[in-house]
């Protein structure tokens, strides 16, 4: 029975980041549906048309469109997980840091907490401008 899925499943393209994604977002729908009753009919037909959407590409055979698809959603998924990333680093650092753009070129800067009144430099431009810690 093994050799029979490992030769069914040669050459096809499986699952990967988006299949997982498509299949957590079709059971929230799914979820969701249960407690909206006669009204959650079109969420619950969302989550089973993604349902079966993954299925047909983890059992796809064009393995370079499914990669290039793949490929396409993780270059937005990485770009909102570095931005969520970005501000969670700043929420740490806002205790003991003031950090603060440039009036130039925008670049952020990490200032220390309670220097009063202090002149800052831009490490990428070399602009001075004065704020307080």
Not at 29 to 42: E, K, P, Q, T, Y
Not at 45 to 69: D, H, I, P, W
Not at 73 to 83: A, D, P
């Amino acid at each position: 029975m093994r050799e029979k899925i490992i030769r069914f499943m040669q050459g096809r393209y499986g699952s990967d980041k988006l299949s997982n994604f498509m299949l957590i977002i079709a059971f929230i729908l799914i979820f969701v549906s249960m407690f909206l009753g006669i009204n959650g009919f079109i969420l619950s037909g969302l989550g089973l048309a993604l349902v079966v959407l993954t299925y047909v590409r983890m059992f796809s055979r064009n393995v370079q469109k499914r990669y290039a698809e793949n490929q396409a959603f993780l270059k937005v998924y990485n770009k909102i997980k570095g931005f969520f990333t970005r501000q969670l680093g700043y929420m740490k650092q806002r205790r003991t840091h003031h950090i603060y753009s440039c009036p130039n070129c925008k670049q952020k800067l990490r200032v220390p907490r309670g220097k009063g009144n202090i002149m800052i430099t831009c490490s990428k431009c070399h602009t001075q401008f004065k704020k307080r810690s």
